[in-house]
Structures are given as C-alpha cells and as structure tokens.
C-alpha cells in the first residue's frame, strides 16, 4: 500500500497544501516516512487524512473559475462503521462548496471496497451543488455494484464508460470538460 502514490504529474499546476481556499492548506508532507496506516499497512505519506481511518485522499487539481475539483481517493470507503460519506462532506467537500465548486469529479480506481449505509449525506451534497455534478471515475467494478444497490446513483453518475476513461493523458481542464462533455451527450441520448 505505501507504494500507491497520489497522481502527481499536476503538482506544478496545482497544490493543495500551498491553496488558501483548500482545507489541506499548509499541510507538510515527508517524503518518505509513512505514518497513516489502513488496517495496519502503511500507505505513502502524500495522501490526505481528513478524519477517515480507512479513507484517504488527494484534491489532485481545483479551479474556482470553471468550479471543479479533481480528487484522488485511497483505501476502503465505509459509511457503515466510520460513517466516511459525512466526514468527507464535513472535512473537505463543504469546504470546497463553499469557495464555489460545484463540479466534483472523484478518482476510485484506488478504492478497495465500499460499505454503504443511508444515503442521506449523498442526497445533501447533490442538493448542494444542483447546477453540478458529482461523478465517480474508474472505481472498480465491485464498488460501482454496492454503489448501486445503495441508490448512490440517484446522486453520482458512475460506472459503465464513466469506468473507462484514461484520465491520466488529460490535464485537470481538459478532463473536466471532457466529463462535462460526456454527460452531456448522455442526457441529449
């Protein structure tokens, strides 16, 4: 686990830790000493805690112009033990929503597992950005069934090509219009 690094190849186009309006703005990282565990395996220290034992994350690029955020996640997503949904809506989306973002767009390939419990935090955070969206890219495809039997996708669009994308070639702008774009053509379908 300690292996898996938050995507880095934007650091030089943006930095969480170094974005006032970020709520992991002046966070420190050591570059090699892990310290956060999930299950008592290490991950790499660049990831973020943000009051999850089993969740982690990394706001990979933001731009309050356009309103999207791009973020990474990491670990075991569980809303049935740790209740994850309502401290990542507390801890970090809050915070974002209220500088102006209304596009969330979450990376999940690094998601193991997810445990659903009420859909209540979902149904606010969709309320919240009504003229956005939040979609769930590449989340494996175990997650995206559990994400369906808990009715999450009446307020995440996620799965089948939304499984698909190569996101990596992109920048952060040219992902997001890129989404933006795919969603689009859905609805007109």
Known sequence: ???IEPYYAW???YNAA???RSPF???????TLCTH???NYYIHPQWDEFGSPTLYLKILYTDYQLG???IELLGEWNDCINNDIMLLKRNVVDVLIEQGIRVFILIGENVLNFHRDTDDYYQEWFEDVEDG??????????VVQEFTLGRLDNYLIFGGRFNQIAWRKYLPDQLYYYV???IMRGLQA
């Open 1 to 3: 686990m300690h292996e």
């Open 11 to 13: 650091n030089h186009l």
């Open 18 to 20: 170094l974005d006032p």
């Open 25 to 31: 703005y002046g966070r420190h990282y050591h570059e």
């Open 37 to 39: 565990t999930i299950y």
């Open 68 to 70: 999207y955020s791009i």
């Open 133 to 142: 969206f939040i979609i769930g890219i590449n989340f494996r495809e175990h």
């Open 180 to 182: 933006n774009q795919m």
